[in-house]
């Protein structure tokens, strides 16, 4: 199955535990993984399940019950609000729920109770992050006041009890900002050289990757 046949332009996969999902422009596909005795025959994976999207999607999350995908598609003056969809790993039930603005970035927490997405609205030029319950898809806080911006091209993750949200800002000189993931409330907030194109927590270290070819490290 090629799935780039079905969807234009990027195709961005995701690997669980017995498959691979594959969010294109189209639909997320559920891939099982190839037998390892067709392998060396070219045998590919197969389809298991194909669910539809409103647009063009973000990488897929995959939690122990759950695949979630954000709609990023444009946002315009007759189509303001995006989706943010989760299904069963199986491909049945799930919600969605919508809210204003793009998906531009999205993340799971550890415990995978929490799904955080940061959001663009082209028309009104505002972005928010929103933390929603993996569960349900009810939203658990929410900030309009981080200073996304149309040039976000960083990251969102989160690890333990924080929430990293990293990214271009024309209003506040590339800040990685560290935020409480059940509240959404500010813990730190730094600022480097350079766009932060990515940010990690690892061994109690925050990094951050910068389109200078830099990598910073936070304690």
Do not use: K, Q
Not at 14 to 36: D, E
């Amino acid at each position: 199955m090629d799935v780039r046949a079905r969807g234009r332009g990027r195709v961005l996969p995701r690997r669980g535990r017995r498959r691979i999902y594959v969010c294109s422009p189209g639909p997320t596909y559920a891939l099982s993984r190839p037998s390892p005795l067709g392998a060396p025959f070219g045998g590919g994976p197969s389809p298991a399940w194909e669910r539809g999207s409103p647009g063009p999607g973000t990488w897929p999350v995959v939690t122990d019950g759950r695949v979630l995908v954000g709609d990023g598609g444009l946002t315009t003056e007759t189509d303001r609000t995006h989706s943010l969809s989760a299904f069963d790993v199986d491909g049945e039930g799930g919600w969605t729920s919508s809210a204003n603005g793009s998906v531009v970035g999205l993340a799971v927490s550890e415990a995978e109770s929490l799904a955080v997405s940061v959001r663009f609205g082209a028309v009104a030029g505002e972005g928010t992050v929103e933390a929603v319950e993996t569960a349900t898809g009810e939203t658990a806080w929410e900030r309009d006041d981080i200073d996304i911006t149309d040039e976000f091209g960083g990251s969102v993750a989160v690890a333990g009890d924080i929430c990293l949200v990293a990214g271009y800002s024309e209003a506040s000189a590339n800040p990685v900002r560290a935020l409480d993931a059940a509240t959404g409330e500010t813990r730190w907030r730094r600022t480097v050289e350079g766009d932060v194109t990515a940010v990690v927590l690892a061994g109690g270290r925050v990094y951050a990757a910068t389109t200078l070819g830099s990598l910073v490290a936070f304690e």
